[in-house]
């Protein structure tokens, strides 16, 4: 993705050389124009290499995912992806698999260093057997 984003960037610089203008857009015709509706050329793109289900909004997904994972900070992958909003940035977040594991994992390593508890059910608690519904030393019920 990197690759890609610097070879786009590197057009865009001999545009602006070219042109002799400044251009703050991405993707941009060789006269310096932008691209407005670059939905056909992606998908020439996509089937170029044999890839037609291919979306911009998967690379933007992939996008947000992997600058996560790589520690860049929430804020810091909205703005690079033009995303104004915490919720419009949690659409595209999309954990996987592999984040998941890490997840319980890290879980897991909290859950380990905690001191063990005995749990115990509330008639237990009073000294009754769970099974027999009250053969343990506890209070005793009269029935009449």
């Known amino acids: 993705m990197a690759r890609i984003l610097e070879?786009?960037?590197?057009?865009?610089?001999?545009?602006?050389?070219?042109?002799?203008?400044l251009i703050p857009w991405i993707f941009c015709y060789p006269d310096g124009r932008p691209i407005r509706f670059p939905d056909e050329a992606f998908k020439n793109a996509a089937g170029a290499i044999n890839r037609p289900d291919l979306h911009v909004h998967d690379?933007?997904?992939f996008a947000a995912s992997r600058m996560v994972e790589s520690g860049v900070h929430t804020h810091e992958a909205m703005a690079l992806l033009g995303m104004e909003t915490p919720s419009i940035f949690e659409r595209y977040d999309i954990?996987?698999?592999?984040?998941?594991?890490?997840?319980?994992?890290?879980?897991?390593?909290v859950l380990d260093t905690e001191p063990q508890r005995k749990v115990v059910g509330l008639r237990a608690r009073h000294g009754e057997d769970r099974q027999s519904g009250g053969s343990g030393d506890g209070p005793k019920h009269r029935t009449t």
């Open 95 to 109: 954990i996987d698999r592999k984040r998941k594991k890490g997840a319980v994992k890290k879980t897991k390593g």
């Open 7 to 21: 070879a786009q960037r590197d057009y865009v610089d001999r545009v602006q050389r070219k042109t002799g203008q």
């Open 59 to 61: 690379l933007r997904r």
